[in-house]
């Protein structure tokens, strides 16, 4: 039995800017289905070589091969904008070749009448349109629109976005717009740069979920370690203008990278041990008349050694430390009873938060929940519609946000923006800092009007590193730095002995640093998690899969302390009375739901057994000889095809109304 065909092949690849070589001789192949991350630090050839896979640029040398129908779906890591038309009909887009297809079938199908059935001509296209039939039935067009309802629900749109206009949409949806058409269409080989940037915490888990059922092969970039580890099986690293491959997951490159290096030292070691022992004896005897044959042979042993290179100096990472400010008192900042309203939408009501001197806080949440808003909230830039807001004493503040970038003056330099805000503690260490957040070189000397967004990011980032303060507010901090960096400011923060908040998803970032979550959600009040991530994602996995029947049950879950919008328990009376009133709801409404769920799903099952047996029977020489047979047919299977469209739109419906119906009954 042979092995699969590779579905992508690169073969001695080279890529150089001017005199300098990302990676040269690079030469790997992609079997169906695999995995591969993509290491390094940023700039050391990752994006580089997705982009040559995807076609963007070309390589200096070298050549990328795949079989001619397997197909490439690229995910960057910016600069995609799509406008003009509705959400909707942009994924819809995705299925292009299907509905060419159907409609390559409609217009064949309307020639058959004006031939002669006895014709040469008419068996032929018949043909074609029985081979454009199968290929139709594969691609199963009745699940398309459910099929993208579902991913783009999954990637956090709702219904009410599907008809806006895609340029209604900011950078991070726009992003989600493009990955929901890639997963789709289901290219053999997904190129992702940086997939779970823009995500949410729940859309990150959804994406992860796909990933690992995802039919083709996958090559990835991310600095998210936890999804490299649950979900690749090779890596290819790049550093010093090679590439080398390790047949493991990103833990697994870290330490075998570790023991390849030792491994490589002791061997440089030995042979220069060799070489000079060798140099001594040819220096000792070289006069000597009696030696002269013994040194001849030494010297063109000398000249054959194959010599090791020099172990490359792995890049510094600074161990860099917060200046300390004085500390705080032990309240640090509080919310009490607050209500925030943006028109007549409200973002939370009646909220009770308190945070203390040394606590670190992860904040997670879908987009939109109010995570922002809170930020504001807590740091005093806006000011709560009721409740109040208080700072304890001795409270220095430091906010870093990614609109905060926006504000760095554009003809200073790098270098130049950093040193003006650096504390006496600090100075002397702004280039050193720099240079562990990716600004290498000459990089600091570039003015800030040229950099990219992410660029700009992280220059606003160390700005605010460098100055003193006690209680830090970090939204998204790890967006643009690589595993390096991040080790630098995680490092930092486990150390500091502030107060800080973190808006993030990045579990391997966070878990080591918080010991609380915090969690929004629309429409309902935020709730705290006594635990890093991991211990959130664990509880909220529980959560999602126990059905909680009694008012007791849904009392018990973690909310914000003292939060005013909580329900009391109350009196047996009154928990009788609930449980009366869920009955009811129970009887009246989810029972019909999910009944009329059931018999839809048998009727789907019926109709897409008769679809099948028209299909099928439109290929059988009795129907296909008779062109009124095929036309009542095909007429019969258009009939289907629609109410089948029609079903899975109305079972969309019912699963989305009975997951609403449970959620208010706590099931």
């Known amino acids: 039995m042979h092995p699969p065909a590779a579905v992508l092949s690169i073969q001695n690849l080279r890529v150089e800017f001017g005199a300098r070589v990302l990676f040269s001789d690079l030469t790997f192949a992609v079997q169906p289905k695999e995995r591969i991350a993509f290491a390094g630090h940023n700039g050391a050839g990752k994006s580089t070589l997705m982009k040559c896979i995807a076609g963007v640029i070309s390589p200096s040398d070298g050549k990328i091969t795949r079989p001619r129908e397997s197909r490439i779906g690229y995910l960057p890591q910016e600069g995609i904008h799509v406008s003009g038309r509705s959400l ?36 032929e296209l018949l043909e074609e349109i029985g081979a454009l039939e199968l290929r139709l039935e594969a691609a199963d067009p009745s699940r398309l629109k459910p099929k993208a309802e579902s991913v783009l629900q999954g990637l956090g749109f709702s219904r009410a976005d599907f008809q806006r206009d895609c340029g209604e949409f900011s950078g991070g949806w726009q992003m989600r717009i493009a990955m929901a058409k890639l997963l789709l269409t289901e290219p053999e080989v997904l190129l992702l740069d940086e997939p779970t940037n823009h995500l949410d915490i729940e859309s990150q888990r959804w994406v992860e979920n796909q990933l690992h059922g995802y039919p083709g092969a996958i090559l990835i970039i991310s600095h998210d370690l936890a999804l490299l580890d649950a979900l690749c099986t090779r890596t290819i690293a790049f550093a010093h203008g090679r590439a080398e491959e390790y047949a493991g997951n990103f833990s697994y490159f870290l330490r075998e990278s570790v023991h390849r290096k030792e491994v490589h030292r002791k061997r440089y070691e030995a042979q220069q041990r060799e070489i000079a022992e060798t140099k001594r004896f040819i220096d000792r005897f070289r006069a000597s008349a009696n030696k002269a044959t013994l040194v001849q042979s030494r010297i063109k042993l000398l000249e054959k050694v194959e010599l090791i290179p020099a172990p490359e100096q792995d890049d510094a990472v600074m161990n860099f430390r917060f200046p300390q400010p004085k500390p705080s008192a032990h309240l640090v900042a509080r919310l009490a009873s607050a209500t925030r309203r943006y028109g007549s939408l409200t973002v939370f009501e009646n909220f009770d938060f308190e945070i203390t001197r040394g606590e670190k806080f992860a904040i997670v949440g879908p987009n939109g929940a109010g995570k922002s808003t809170f930020c504001r909230l807590i740091t005093a830039q806006e000011t709560p519609d009721e409740g109040s807001h208080e700072f304890g004493g001795k409270v220095a503040l430091s906010f870093f946000s990614q609109t905060h970038a926006d504000t760095l003056d554009p003809t200073k330099t790098v270098l130049e923006t950093i040193e003006e805000a650096t504390s006496r503690e600090m100075e002397g260490q702004a280039r050193n800092l720099l240079g562990c957040f990716l600004f290498r070189g000459d990089d600091v000397f570039k003015k800030v009007g040229v950099l990219s967004g992410g660029e700009r ?29 991040q080790e630098v400011l995680q490092n930092a923060l486990r150390d500091y002995e502030g107060t800080v908040l973190i808006v993030s998803h990045n579990r391997s970032f966070l878990d080591p640093l918080v010991s609380k979550t915090l969690e929004f959600r629309p429409g309902k009040p935020p709730r705290l998690f006594a635990g890093n991530i991991s211990y959130y994602l664990e509880k909220t996995g529980e959560e999602n899969k126990a059905a909680a ?18 329900q009391p328990a109350g009196n047996r009376k009154d928990q009788r009375r609930i449980e009366a009133e869920q009955r009811q709801k129970r009887s009246k409404v989810l029972k019909p739901l999910e009944n009329e769920l059931e018999a839809l799903e048998a009727r789907i099952a019926e109709i897409e057994a008769a679809q099948h047996t028209l299909t099928q029977a439109m290929s059988s020489p009795e129907i296909s000889a008779d062109p009124d047979k095929l036309r009542q047919t095909g007429a019969a299977l258009s009939q289907l095809s629609e109410k089948l469209e029609s079903s899975y739109s109305r079972w969309a419906t019912l699963n989305d109304e009975i997951e609403k119906v449970r959620a208010e009954l706590g099931e």
């Open 88 to 123: 909707w009909d942009e994924t819809l887009s995705a299925f292009g070749e299907t509905l060419a297809l159907q409609e390559k079938i409609d217009r064949l199908a309307a020639e058959l009448p004006k031939l002669d059935p006895r014709s040469s001509p008419y068996a």
């Open 457 to 485: 990011s992280r220059v606003a980032l160390v700005r605010m590193l460098v100055q003193p303060a006690n209680f830090l507010i970090l939204d998204e901090p790890t967006n643009h730095l690589d595993v390096q960096s």
């Open 549 to 566: 029947h009694s008012p007791a049950a849904l009392s018990t879950s973690p909310t914000a302390k003292g939060n005013a919008s909580s």
